[in-house]
């Protein structure tokens, strides 16, 4: 099956600086969602984003689908980002509209 | 709009016994899916309901099993609980290729 890999796996930051996060995958995908888990164990919806960059907020991304990557970039990090990304590739095949996600980069920003 | 509910929020269950998880799906999502997180990993997929009907399943045994009802909620249960079903289970909806939604989830512990 396909392969999701993030980097960095930890992340420790300053609140107020910026940071990109890695997504790889190793195989076409009909499209590619991040999430935020907090610590509550919620998933909230950041992107979906099968390609080009898109922007909301402190927050961006980018899906090159072409070379098998997106990449997450949070700018002014504040505490309230701490927490868990996942990115998450979206396959229509045999085991249906699944999402394979990737083992996420576990963020800690601090005051 | 209602987003996706699930109950009960936290469940502890001893080995051998079963349990039924419940989902209500986010109002227009016609399609549910259920995802399995244990501690520090990412979500994996266990199956997806559509039209009442399973359309695709994970690497997961008969034991997890489910249901889909006409109003879209669904059901998923365990028997036989081994101490690895322990996690935090996950419920999503959709429509179409729209992104998934999340539910906050169930953490079950099996002692």
């Known amino acids: 099956g396909i392969q999701v890999e993030q980097s960095p796996p930890d992340l420790i930051l300053q609140e107020g600086a910026n940071s990109t996060l890695r997504c790889n995958f190793s195989?076409?995908?009909?499209?590619l969602q991040w999430f935020h888990q907090n610590p509550w164990g919620q998933l909230i919806n950041l992107f979906y984003?099968?390609?080009g960059t898109k922007q909301n907020g402190r927050l961006s991304a980018t899906t090159v689908a072409t070379e098998r990557y997106s990449l997450l970039y949070i700018s002014s990090s504040q505490t309230t980002d701490s927490g868990v990304y996942f990115c998450?590739?979206?396959?229509?095949?045999?085991?249906?509209?699944?999402?394979?996600f990737g083992g996420g980069t576990r963020l800690m920003v601090k005051p | 709009e209602t987003g996706v509910t699930q109950s009960p929020t936290h469940l502890i269950k001893t080995r051998g016994q079963q349990v039924t998880l419940r989902c209500s799906s986010q109002?227009?999502?016609?399609?549910v899916s259920w995802y399995q997180q244990a501690l520090g990993q990412g979500p994996q997929f266990i199956f997806q309901y559509y039209r009442e009907e399973e359309n695709g399943r994970g690497n997961f045994p008969p034991r997890f099993s489910g249901l889909q009802f006409p109003n879209y909620s669904s059901e998923l249960n365990v028997n036989a609980l081994e101490l690895d079903d322990s996690a935090l289970y996950l419920c999503?909806?959709?429509?179409?290729?729209?992104?998934?939604?999340f539910g906050n989830g169930t953490r079950l512990t099996v002692t």
């Open positions: 109002s227009g999502h016609n399609t």
């Open positions: 984003i099968p390609s």
């Open positions: 195989d076409s995908v009909n499209n």
């Open positions: 998450a590739v979206f396959m229509n095949n045999n085991a249906g509209n699944m999402l394979t």
């Open positions: 999503a909806s959709s429509f179409g290729g729209s992104p998934l939604h």
